[in-house]
């Protein structure tokens, strides 16, 4: 991944001519600004650019590689949106990837987004999948959720769910927040926090 660094004016200007040199839309890319200098005579505007092509061919070679040491070949389709990457793995070996309720694409992601953002000075937003699994995994974790809060209310008694991560407590939360009978609490500390789905007072 190369930085690029233009000068100019204003801001407008020095994107100009970043578009004109590198032959990019500005949809390309990533744009920061550096350094502002104004004195009485002169104003100028310095920018930091950077081409998202080049930072997607760089995560599809950071994911082949820690693939291939976990002895999986794969192939990658990516999808872009604005500051945004999608990477779905599909591999001979999707269950290593995945690791047990989902930890080694958890781990994977985390790692492609640490190594990535480090060298951009950037958040950029990765989100990493293996076959589709995290689209089943939500649908299941959606489906349970509101299932247990169909036999929280029948029963009239709370229901504390197993240990998930942070994204699967939020689907929870997400999926029974406008629910009529019951609301969901964290409770516990990492890695074991749990989701409770408790009854609502009565009016």
Request: hydrophobic share 35%; charged share 35%; aromatic share 6%.
């Amino acid at each position: 991944m190369n930085k690029y660094y233009y000068e100019g004016k204003t801001k407008e200007e020095a994107i100009k001519l970043a578009l004109q040199e590198l032959k990019l839309s500005e949809e390309d890319l990533i744009i920061n600004n550096v350094e502002e200098k104004s004195g009485l005579l002169k104003k100028s505007v310095k920018i930091e650019v950077l081409n998202i092509n080049e930072i997607i061919t760089f995560v599809k070679e950071l994911v082949s590689n820690i693939a291939k040491s976990m002895s999986s070949e794969v192939n990658l389709e990516v999808r872009r949106r604005e500051n945004s990457i999608s990477v779905t793995i599909f591999s001979d070996n999707n269950s290593i990837l995945i690791g047990k309720n989902g930890k080694n694409v958890t781990a994977l992601q985390y790692l492609v987004r640490q190594i990535v953002n480090s060298k951009l000075n950037n958040s950029l937003s990765i989100t990493l999948d293996v076959g589709n699994y995290k689209e089943k995994r939500a649908k299941s974790i959606e489906f349970l959720a509101k299932k247990l809060a169909r036999e929280a209310y029948k029963t009239k008694t709370e229901v504390t769910m197993d240990s998930m991560n942070s994204y699967e407590r939020r689907l929870v939360h997400e999926a029974l927040s406008k629910d009529k009978y019951v609301y969901t609490e964290s409770i516990g500390e990492e890695p074991n926090r749990k989701v409770v789905i408790k009854l609502k007072e009565e009016k």
